[in-house]
């Protein structure tokens, strides 16, 4: 499974989950777009996936995770967490959130 489908399965799994519709994404996004993204035809931008996390009450990376961990790319999330924490240690940045 390639990443735009394994994002499609991840959004439609979260957004069946959280029972919202299509037409719940209005003010985001309209119902042919979010459609498209769930049929694998079109792939968000950073800022569209922000907002459709929030529409959805999850954070970004909750849903970039799910859709990790569909693509088969890790078996856990605890995998995810483990490797970007590294990465990011080893790029000498901050851990903890600004004010």
């Known amino acids: 499974m390639n990443s735009k489908e394994a994002f499609a399965s991840?959004?439609?799994?979260?957004?069946i989950s959280r029972r919202l519709t299509q037409e719940?994404?209005?003010?985001?996004?309209?119902?042919?777009y979010v459609?498209?993204?769930?049929?694998?035809i079109k792939g968000p931008t950073l800022e569209k996936i922000n907002s459709l996390a929030l529409t959805m009450e999850v954070h970004p990376l909750t849903l970039l995770t799910l859709t990790y961990l569909i693509?088969?790319?890790v078996s856990l999330?605890?995998?995810i967490f483990k490797l970007v924490t590294k990465e990011l240690k080893e790029l000498n940045l901050s851990?903890?959130?600004?004010?």
């Open 24 to 32: 719940d994404f209005s003010d985001v996004s309209s119902r042919t």
């Open 71 to 73: 693509e088969g790319k």
């Open 95 to 99: 851990l903890t959130a600004s004010a």
């Open 35 to 40: 459609s498209s993204l769930e049929r694998a």
């Open 10 to 15: 991840a959004f439609k799994q979260i957004r």
């Open 77 to 79: 999330p605890d995998q």
